[in-house]
């Protein structure tokens, strides 16, 4: 196995071993980007700053003690504020756009030692589901490049899948962490709302936006909760609750195995039309459940199918109010040729943002308009209020819910143009974000032409230990190291 | 729903977009048929539930009133497309 392939916690071994240096892999790890360019995972490297990390991470190294984190190079979704390092959440909005402090999430990473590599290709102020809508190149699928990796955080789960970090960190409104990892193979961990700082990260949709990582295997998942979970002052949205060690969670989840455990499955998920394939792998992986103690049960969560809707009105009108910070005064691109003030606010928008980040203003500005408020932003957060009840019924019957993270496998880049039938795919990784709760994509097989399916669990609130807990032991039960493998084009 | 280029128009000016005439014309369509789909909350009734606005029953998050220190004001204006030495500029108003 060469340097790139390793998990971080192999990494973190043959680092804490002194068998390697992080020097040395971050330069692995940059040869490996270099050989994967045309995967399009970074739209900003840091060869510079991560070598110097690296440098002062062996140093730490050397002294002894060091975190598990310390010395592994991580990609960061630039959707993320990196002090010093173009931070541009893929728009031609933030192209120029050098933010003087570190989200906190990142902070915390720098803290523990990690390795920043660079920022990873997302849609365009995370408004989207294949990573088409961004003003950069394209990031493709690394299991076949002529795919969609998903999105928005479709550079994170590239450079992951890929081998072109350890880990990454992404984030999810509505599926933008499960569904990219889903679609390239790798475990996608989106924590309860308020468990993970919102400070730094570039807002979409405030109520639903959470960071969580992307990474090789579950418990790689679990080390980067450790770091990156917490109580922060500088969120107010952040929950003041002591964070579990979610490493012991999965290994205390390993040893008590999957009995006495009830997994539900929503009759109304199993009721959309799934491709064949996606149904067929996920059967598969509920039998393993079965097979390792746990009970299944038929779980209903009817108001599904209003997801969908009502996420798109109430993301829409926060993303219009969040996105009105960028006026061109203070930030961002401006029309410098605009004499007046208004014209100026007006035509730096419109030149600064791509085709799908104005659809969702005008939606959200819509929503929120005189005479459409109530019918449109009001009945969607009564819908939200519905879908929560749902949750709390089903969640009394079973510990987790088990489910495909899509109905359909990745399509071919540039497949589906019409934004209406690409929101729809999102409508089994909505919900979660509506009702704040957490959820996680594992890899559990392949469609018969190699592309990779992930199965979706989801728990109650600050219930990410039992999400470990079946990934975990699914994840031993399939041998993931047979799926990860390699991609053939990575 | 139905939208007409005028509302399309009508909304841009609400979000400060200037948006091409032919991206009036797509998003008078689009947002039609987005809207269209988004009427089927209308089959739910919610009469009397209570609007969510957050997943998380949320209370002020509240802290000393101290004084902190705040950006220094060069890298507040680093990333400014127009500045002076001490502002951020815009075009006249008066």
């Keep these: 196995m060469t340097i790139h392939q390793l998990t971080i916690g192999q990494l973190a071994t043959a680092l804490a071993n002194?068998?390697?240096?992080?020097?040395?892999?971050?330069?692995?790890?940059?040869?490996?980007?270099?050989?994967?360019?045309?995967?399009?995972?970074?739209?900003?490297?840091?060869?510079?700053?991560?070598?110097?990390?690296?440098?002062?991470?062996?140093?730490?190294?050397?002294?002894?003690?060091?975190?598990?984190?310390?010395?592994?190079?991580?990609?960061?979704?630039?959707?993320?504020?990196?002090?010093?390092?173009?931070?541009?959440?893929?728009?031609?909005?933030?192209?120029?756009?050098?933010?003087?402090?570190?989200?906190?999430?990142?902070?915390?990473?720098?803290?523990?030692?990690?390795?920043?590599?660079?920022?990873?290709?997302?849609?365009?102020?995370?408004?989207?589901?294949?990573?088409?809508?961004?003003?950069?190149a394209v990031p493709l699928n690394p299991w076949n490049l002529d795919y969609i990796c998903g999105g928005s955080s479709g550079g994170s789960a590239a450079a992951v899948a890929a081998d072109q970090c350890m880990a990454a960190l992404g984030s999810d409104t509505g599926g933008s962490i499960r569904q990219p990892a889903s679609h390239c193979g790798v475990v996608g961990f989106k924590p309860t709302y308020g468990r993970v700082s919102r400070y730094g990260l570039l807002a979409f949709a405030s109520s639903l936006d959470q960071v969580g990582p992307l990474t090789k295997n579950v418990r790689d998942a679990a080390l980067m909760l450790n770091v990156i979970c917490g109580h922060d002052p500088r969120d107010s949205t952040s929950v003041r609750r002591g964070t579990p060690d979610f490493v012991v969670a999965c290994e205390q989840g390993l040893q008590q195995g999957l009995t006495g455990l009830r997994l539900g499955l929503p009759r109304e998920y199993f009721e959309l039309g799934l491709d064949p394939e996606v149904q067929q792998v996920v059967a598969a992986a509920v039998e393993r459940l079965v097979a390792g103690g746990a009970e299944i049960c038929e779980i209903s969560l009817p108001r599904t199918a209003y997801g969908v809707a009502a996420y798109y009105v109430i993301a829409a009108a926060e993303a219009s109010s969040n996105l009105a910070r960028y006026d061109g005064v203070r930030f961002g691109h401006r029309d410098l040729a605009a004499d007046e003030l208004e014209a100026m606010y007006s035509r730096s928008r419109s030149q600064g943002f791509g085709s799908e980040v104005k659809?969702?203003?005008?939606?959200?500005?819509?929503?929120?308009?005189?005479?459409?408020?109530?019918?449109?932003?009001?009945?969607?957060?009564?819908?939200?209020?519905?879908?929560?009840?749902?949750?709390?019924?089903?969640?009394?019957?079973?510990?987790?819910?088990?489910?495909?993270?899509?109905?359909?496998?990745?399509?071919?880049?540039?497949?589906?143009?019409?934004?209406?039938?690409?929101?729809?795919?999102?409508?089994?990784?909505?919900?979660?974000?509506?009702?704040?709760?957490?959820?996680?994509?594992?890899p559990c097989g392949f469609s018969r032409g190699g592309l990779p399916i992930g199965l979706q669990l989801q728990a109650g609130h600050f219930r990410e230990d039992l999400l470990l807990r079946v990934a975990a032991n699914l994840e031993k039960s399939l041998g993931l190291t047979d799926f990860k493998g390699s991609p053939k084009n990575k | 729903m139905h939208i007409d280029p005028e509302e399309v128009i009508k909304v841009a000016r609400l979000a400060r977009l200037e948006l091409a005439p032919d991206e009036i014309a797509d998003l008078a369509t689009e947002l039609s048929r987005i809207l269209r789909y988004v009427d089927k909350l209308r089959e739910i009734d919610t009469t009397g539930v209570d609007p969510l606005y957050h997943a998380l029953p949320l209370v002020n998050a509240l802290r000393e009133d101290e004084v902190l220190a705040s950006l220094p004001r060069q890298e507040a204006l680093a990333n400014a497309p127009l500045a002076s030495a001490e502002a951020f500029v815009v075009p006249r108003i008066l």
Excluded: H
């Design chain 1, 359 to 442: 659809r969702r203003i005008i939606i959200g500005t819509y929503a929120l308009s005189s005479g459409y408020y109530d019918a449109y932003y009001r009945k969607a957060s009564q819908i939200r209020t519905l879908i929560i009840e749902d949750y709390r019924r089903a969640l009394a019957q079973c510990d987790v819910i088990v489910s495909p993270v899509t109905p359909t496998l990745a399509w071919p880049l540039g497949a589906k143009g019409d934004p209406l039938s690409i929101y729809q795919t999102d409508i089994l990784t909505i919900p979660t974000n509506l009702a704040g709760l957490p959820g996680m994509s594992l």
């Design chain 1, 18 to 136: 002194r068998e390697i240096s992080s020097t040395a892999a971050t330069a692995a790890i940059f040869a490996r980007i270099e050989a994967g360019k045309k995967i399009n995972a970074y739209i900003t490297l840091d060869r510079e700053g991560a070598l110097a990390a690296a440098a002062a991470a062996d140093q730490r190294l050397a002294a002894g003690g060091a975190p598990p984190l310390c010395g592994v190079p991580i990609a960061i979704k630039d959707a993320l504020c990196t002090k010093g390092l173009l931070t541009t959440s893929g728009s031609k909005m933030l192209a120029n756009f050098v933010p003087s402090y570190d989200a906190t999430v990142v902070e915390k990473l720098r803290a523990a030692g990690a390795v920043i590599v660079g920022k990873a290709t997302m849609d365009e102020f995370a408004m989207g589901s294949t990573n088409e809508n961004t003003t950069f």
